[in-house]
């Protein structure tokens, strides 16, 4: 078992910045992508970004790329989300996920937390 918590949401203008975090426990990471998703009202969630724990590669979705940076702190075990120039359409509640090197599909998620941007 993962247990992931997130923090860091909050309400900010557009053109803004907000760091996400991602505690993890539970689990020794090594062999674990964690990944962030987003889900806006009444749309499907959608992928945002991962990183391969073990060697710090990284994917972006198209929307957020050059904006958004993933990383991961080992010594807190702790994967962020810096999120720059936001926009009105990156509002959603984001989370946090996390799956094995061998398996598809993303099966410890966390609880969530609420990013809003205002325009």
């Known amino acids: 078992q993962v247990q992931l918590v997130e923090s860091g949401g909050g309400l900010v203008q557009a053109g803004g910045s907000l760091r996400l975090s991602c505690a993890a426990s539970?689990?020794?990471?090594?062999?674990?992508?964690i990944g962030w998703f987003r889900q806006a009202p009444g749309k499907e969630r959608e992928f945002v970004a991962d990183?391969?724990?073990?060697?710090?590669?990284?994917s972006y979705a198209d929307p957020v790329k050059g904006r958004f940076t993933i990383s991961r702190d080992a010594a807190k075990n702790t994967v962020y989300l810096q999120m720059n120039s936001l926009k009105p359409d990156d509002t959603a509640v984001y989370s946090c996920a996390a799956r094995t090197l061998f398996t598809p599909q993303y099966n410890y998620w966390g609880q969530g937390t609420q990013v809003t941007v205002s325009s």
């Open positions: 539970g689990r020794t990471l090594s062999r674990y992508r």
């Open positions: 990183i391969k724990w073990s060697d710090d590669s990284t």
